[in-house]
């Protein structure tokens, strides 16, 4: 049995020139903010962008950019992404209606290898991918299946996500793979703790993003996410990076 | 359609393997269509064909069969045939295109659980390429 799948994936993304995966090794440190909000501020920029959801356990991006799912993407020889706020959009969310799935590692991959076969992303300046927490399932298919692909990673100030996030970075490193640096999200105070870590493992920290508390009431309104303090941070780390 | 781009992975994968195993020509591809996905066998043999024809490929013989899905509850082991009549149009389409969806719009039959595991059936698959070295 030969799983055919695998030899479209690099057809369908033969015209990206940039594939960002925004990763992290610990969960709610802001990846999919910093994911939408990426990808929202390229598009406001006038950049061809991509947004490819992998989180399949509990996609966001679709809460964060108030984007619709009732309707499925229109077929073409393949699925072609709905444009959302200038963005090719892509989730299991479109089929999953948002209701719970009870998916094994081998139904991770096979959504994963699904998704990357049957989209037609056309070209691309830059496709952002949000990953789920860890190197599970999806952070594996993306390494294995996607290349070249840049890793954006993302931590806290916290010690106890600096603890996974630095598994992440050291994995990334033992398979030479791009990282393009770590952004410090949810910043309060002035330690330099996570930029000590980051830069003792020569790998670039990019900045900070302010904890902004107020963040939380411009979710689902892109006009109001891009007027946020987060988006101000993000265009500065974005500046020096991209 | 997105058969079409199930096709043209077929026919991508084909031609690779081909090259691999220095085939000469290809002259059968036999494909697995796994009820789960729905696959419209007449859409999909009409993108094989066109997709053919496209890349100058003649005389190759198509062999398509269909394999029933079967379904196991990893709780109770129960196991169980797919049923589309038993889901609204809007899942079964779902289903069609992504076989994943089975784990969130299906439920183990004996016991509810959404625990279970796709024994056969899944979706597209080559299981032979024949050809002349």
């Known amino acids: 049995m030969v799983d055919p799948r695998l030899s479209v994936i690099k057809k369908r993304l033969k015209d990206i020139n940039n594939i960002i995966a925004v990763a992290s090794g610990k969960g709610g440190v802001g990846k999919s903010m910093v994911s939408s909000l990426l990808a929202l501020h390229l598009a406001s920029q006038d950049k061809k962008v991509g947004l490819l959801d992998l989180d399949v356990y509990g996609p966001s991006t679709h809460i964060i950019l108030g984007i619709p799912f009732q309707k499925f993407p229109e ?68 390494i294995n299946l996607i290349q070249p692909t840049e890793f954006l990673i993302v931590s806290t100030p916290s010690k106890v996500a600096m603890g996974a996030v630095e598994k992440l970075i050291d994995l990334l490193l033992e398979l030479h793979l791009p990282i393009i640096g770590v952004v410090e999200n949810m910043k309060i105070g002035d330690s330099n703790y996570v930029k000590q870590i980051v830069t003792s493992k020569d790998v670039r920290y990019l900045g900070s993003i302010q904890f902004v508390p107020a963040l939380e009431e411009a979710i689902g309104d892109s006009s109001k996410l891009l007027k946020t303090p987060f988006i101000k941070d993000l265009e500065r780390i974005i500046k020096k990076s991209l | ?90 899942e079964a389409e779902a289903i069609h295109f992504l076989p994943e969806m089975a784990f969130v719009h299906m439920r183990c039959p004996s016991c509810g659980s959404p625990d279970f595991t796709v024994i056969k059936g899944r979706g597209v698959s080559i299981t032979s390429i024949k050809g002349e070295k």
Request: proline share 3%; with cysteine; hydrophobic share 40%.
């Open chain 1, 75 to 142: 077929e073409d020889r393949g699925i072609i992404p709905p444009v959302f706020h200038g963005i090719k959009f892509m989730s299991i969310v479109f089929y999953s209606e948002d209701k719970p799935g009870a998916f094994r590692g081998i139904d991770v991959s096979n959504i994963i290898r699904e998704l990357l076969a049957i989209t037609q992303w056309g070209s691309l300046d830059y496709l952002i991918i949000d990953l789920p927490p860890g190197i599970g399932d999806e952070t594996l298919d993306v």
């Open chain 2, 1 to 90: 359609m997105h058969e079409w781009a199930l096709a043209e992975s077929i026919i991508t994968t084909a031609v690779e393997v081909a090259e691999r195993e220095k085939l000469k020509k290809i002259e059968e591809i036999d494909i697995s269509l796994g009820e789960l996905q729905q696959i419209e066998e007449d859409i999909f043999r009409f993108a094989l064909d066109e997709i053919l024809k496209s890349m100058n490929l003649r005389n190759i013989k198509i062999v398509i069969e269909t394999e029933n899905a079967v379904f196991e509850c990893n709780k109770c082991k129960h196991t169980w045939n797919f049923e589309k009549d038993k889901l609204d149009e809007a």
